[in-house]
């Protein structure tokens, strides 16, 4: 038996994921290069949900504060739109604050899933790729799980729902880098980062945006 009945669809509970593309970003890339390889020279760098790379300190806006602030300063006006006060005195006034740090990746390595506890939006931004020109993308896509994920694996792990446009719902959603791309997605959000298979450096910044009240 046919229902015909007029259906109202609600998509609720969406996760706002952001891509921007850093204006001056081969300039940009160009002097972050050298500081982030002159850091690595000179630390071993730190195992966090590294596998294999290197991982700098959070400390990267002490040795490359006028990048971190471009950085920083193209995040901010990113996220301002997209995030709300609702609290009940009416709207406050806070200040961003951040940790940042280097990222290199060599052939084999990943990152694991994981958070960002105690932050509000994560940013992923891609220094070099380490495509040259179109020879394909070598893999270590950044990975961004859907926080719903066990509700299908658990029952019928190849029967999923269909987002509002039609289109089913996927585990995970998959992001290829690109130099010269900012990424930024709330830091609750599980993300990885698969094995990565090109020959040339790949290079990343990573930073937390934290907000406290002015």
Known sequence: MSNNSPTARLDLFATPVLKVIVQDAPALNARLKKLIYAQEANNDGLQKSNQGGWHSKDDMMSWAPEEAKILL?????????????????????????????????????????????????????YVDDGIDGDSGTAAGELMLED????????????????????????????????????????????????????DKDRISVAFNLMVKEA
């Open 73 to 125: 300063n193209a995040a901010m006006g990113a996220c301002a739109p997209h995030t709300a006060d609702t609290h009940p005195s009416g709207k406050r006034n806070f200040e961003f604050n951040a940790n940042m740090w280097a990222n290199i990746n060599r052939r084999g390595h990943a990152n694991k899933a994981h958070t960002h506890p105690g932050c509000l939006w994560s940013c992923a931004y």
């Open 147 to 198: 926080p719903r994920y066990p509700m299908n694996a658990m029952y019928i792990p190849s029967l999923v729902l269909r987002s509002g446009d039609g289109t089913p719902q996927h585990s995970q959603y998959a992001v290829t880098p690109k130099s010269g791309l900012m990424v930024i997605f709330p830091s609750w959000l599980r993300h990885s980062v698969r094995p990565y298979h090109g």
